[in-house]
């Protein structure tokens, strides 16, 4: 036992003596890649049905569901990847076809900050930047197919309604010719 002590304390001035070079620079390359990275996140806004799959799937709530002012999609995701462990699940959960709304996309996994603090992690979320020109467009879309809607329906109901006047307007024929008939 004490040999083994000795032996340590040895190691330990020795490294002191002689401190050793590091091979790698983490900052320009990783240190180690997790062989189950797939990849950073992409969001594709306009494919995305605001389905939730993602968000619910996520096994350590990296994903939060960002609110639109249209009804298709209603929301969209956004990653947090200081959290993430991207597993993929998202993506796997994406049921638009044949292309993924969240995808994970290639790219490394270097995320080396300055300081750590809260306002760097916060640079650590996949962002989805939606032109207004596109939510104005969704819009008029929606507007439009309400217009079609409230179109057909009235289109419809006048119809019901110039069906029922004709049944009704049989019916006192037939009751007109069926007392005559009786007479006879």
Same mark, same amino acid.
Request: contains cysteine; proline residues 7%.
């Given at each position: ?13 020795k ?12 900052v ?10 797939? %990849? ?57 076809k ?7 996309? %290639? ?45 057909m ?32």
């Amino acid at each position: 036992m004490l040999f083994q002590i000795s032996e340590r304390i040895l190691r330990v001035l020795k490294a002191l003596k002689e401190p050793r070079i590091a091979v790698k620079d983490v900052v320009k390359e990783p240190a180690h890649k997790s062989p189950i990275f797939r %990849g950073r996140h992409t969001v594709r806004y306009d494919i995305c049905t605001g389905c939730d799959a993602c968000n619910k799937i996520c096994p350590v709530d990296a994903i939060k569901m960002k609110p639109l002012p249209i009804k298709r999609p209603n929301k969209v995701p956004e990653v947090n990847l200081a959290i993430c462990i991207f597993c993929g699940l998202c993506e796997d959960v994406c049921p638009t076809k044949p292309e993924k709304a969240i995808k994970l996309a %290639g790219g490394d996994i270097e995320m080396v900050t300055h300081d750590g603090t809260h306002e760097t992690l916060e640079n650590f979320w996949v962002r989805v930047n939606i032109p207004e020109e596109w939510i104005e467009q969704k819009k008029k879309e929606e507007e439009e197919k309400a217009r079609k809607k409230a179109e057909m329906m009235a289109k419809k109901k006048a119809e019901a309604e110039a069906k029922k006047k004709a049944e009704e307007e049989a019916q006192k024929k037939q009751e007109i010719k069926s007392p005559k008939g009786e007479e006879k």
